[in-house]
């Protein structure tokens, strides 16, 4: 049986080569690549965050492409589009950029909502349609994503059903003191990025899934699960105190938290999903799927305070592998 701690150090000493730190970051990365998630990263410019999903495409071995997200963009630049050959008289498909096994979509929130639909279908169904015919994409295939969270102008936030397909959003924070110093002293002196090799493959993350469907999870954590999600939807029922939330996560998060769950049980190690693994990934699952109201905004209330106080609301259930 595979080894999950050598396949993620393989990778993570591989991406460590061009990005320090950012180590809870990177294992959610994996995590998305186990549970065939797509990944939204939210961040300070300036933060490794194309320079991260760069060097994990490399390390994986798998055919990347970078989609530079801009006002001005077209679905047709994304998926592709139908050509006429003058030759010989006939329109062929030619594809876009989204035909690869790890897509970046750079500062995606540049773009207006009618480039960010025509990534709908592919995050969902792994597939686009282009002419009226419909093209597979690659196995694997990945979509992760990256924003700004302070500019606005120039920006278009993305719509629910958007946020919904991704399996995390996760937030991309300054490193400390240590990291940076080493960042310095490594690249300080330096001109240019360094090379990476591939030491995994699309075949071989494919096959570690198998591995990864085979996490026992009980009846009780799965119950666990869907009432933190259910939890939700009723801090944006109408009652008698102000609501939080104008609406709640969807049964995508209860997937999700089933799935993620697993791939990151199977990341540490277990062959078994505890309580404790669901409330360590809850966040990143349910921040992107949850609407504050207006008013909790204009309170300062965060996502992740919402999350937080579901998780210390809800009865956490015996751990137990049986």
Do not use: C
């Not at 801009?70 to 008289?89: I, R």
């Not at 792994?126 to 500019?151: C, D, K, S, W, Y």
């Not at 954590?221 to 969807?250: C, N, P, Q």
């Amino acid at each position: 049986m595979m080894n999950s701690s050598q396949w993620s150090q393989r990778l993570r000493n591989e991406i460590g080569k061009a990005v320090i730190g950012q180590g809870l970051v990177v294992e959610r990365l994996l995590v998305a690549l186990l549970a065939n998630g797509h990944v939204l990263l939210e961040g300070m410019p300036g933060l490794a965050k194309t320079l991260l999903v760069k060097s994990l495409g490399t390390a994986l071995g798998v055919s990347f492409e970078r989609i530079q997200f801009t006002p001005d963009l077209l679905p047709s630049d994304v998926v592709g589009t139908m050509v006429f050959s003058p030759k010989d008289g006939v329109f062929t498909p030619h594809r876009g950029p989204i035909f690869a096994n790890l897509v970046l979509a750079d500062e995606i929130n540049r773009a207006p909502a009618k480039v960010q639909s025509a990534l709908l279908e592919a995050m969902q169904e792994r597939q686009v349609t282009i002419g009226g015919a419909t093209h597979a994409l690659p196995r694997p295939f990945f979509v992760m994503a990256t924003q700004n969270p302070v500019e606005q102008e120039g920006t278009y936030a993305l719509p629910e059903a958007q946020t919904d397909r991704f399996l995390f959003k996760l937030l991309v924070d300054y490193p400390t003191w240590e990291e940076e110093v080493q960042m310095v002293s490594r690249w300080g002196q330096v001109t240019g990025s360094p090379a990476l090799e591939a030491v995994s493959s699309g075949e071989e993350v494919l096959a570690l899934r198998q591995l990864v469907d085979q996490v026992h999870v009980s009846p009780v954590v799965s119950g666990y699960i869907i009432a933190l999600v259910r939890a939700t939807r009723m801090l944006a029922e109408k009652g008698e105190g102000r609501r939080v939330l104008h609406f709640g996560a969807s049964p995508r998060a209860s997937l999700a938290l089933y799935q993620a769950g697993r791939a990151l049980a199977w990341l540490r190690g277990w062959d078994f999903l505890s309580p404790q693994l669901v409330q360590e990934i809850a966040p990143d699952v349910l921040r992107h799927r949850i609407g504050l109201t207006y008013e909790a905004e204009a309170d300062g209330v965060t996502p992740d305070e919402v999350v937080w106080r579901v998780l210390q609301e809800t009865a956490v259930p015996p751990e137990t592998a049986g």
